[in-house]
C-alpha cells in the first residue's frame, strides 16, 4: 500500500507557472506507475497525465499537451505536474494516484491522495 499527499496548488492568473507535487510512502515508489487527474466543479474527474515506473513513458491528456510536463524523482519518492501557460479552464482539484500493475498505462489506479485545488483567474 502506498500513502500519497499532494502539495504546491494555488491561486494564479491565466498564463502563470505551478508545480505541483506529491510525495508518497510506503512500498518502493519505483514500483508504482503515478498519474494526475483533476477534477473541476460539477465536472467528473479526468485524466492529465502518467509517468511509467523509471520515468521512460509519459502519457498527456490532449487539453495540457504542450503545456504540462510530468515528471518523478524516485530517490525522493516524489512525482510533479509542472503546469505552464495556465488557463481558467485548468481550474481544479488535481489528485495523484498510483498503480502497481505491471501494463502501462494502467486500466484502473488503486492508491489516491486527497488532492490540492488549483485555481486559474481571468
Known amino acids: 500500500q502506498v500513502l500519497l499527499v499532494e502539495s504546491g496548488g494555488s491561486l494564479v492568473q491565466a498564463g502563470d507557472s505551478l508545480r505541483v507535487s506529491c510525495v508518497g510512502s510506503g512500498r518502493t515508489f519505483s514500483s508504482y506507475t503515478m498519474a494526475w487527474f483533476r477534477q473541476a466543479p460539477g465536472k467528473e474527474r479526468e485524466f492529465v497525465a502518467a509517468i511509467s515506473r523509471i520515468g521512460l513513458r509519459l502519457s498527456y491528456a490532449d487539453s495540457v499537451k504542450g503545456r504540462f510536463t510530468i515528471s518523478r524523482d524516485n530517490a525522493k519518492n516524489t512525482v510533479y505536474l509542472q503546469m505552464n501557460s495556465l488557463k481558467p479552464e485548468d481550474t481544479a482539484v488535481y489528485y495523484c494516484?498510483?498503480?502497481?500493475?505491471?501494463?502501462?498505462?494502467?486500466?484502473?489506479?488503486?492508491?489516491w491522495g486527497q488532492g490540492t485545488q488549483v485555481t486559474v483567474s481571468s
Open positions: 494516484a498510483a498503480d502497481d500493475s505491471v501494463s502501462y498505462p494502467p486500466l484502473t489506479y488503486d492508491y
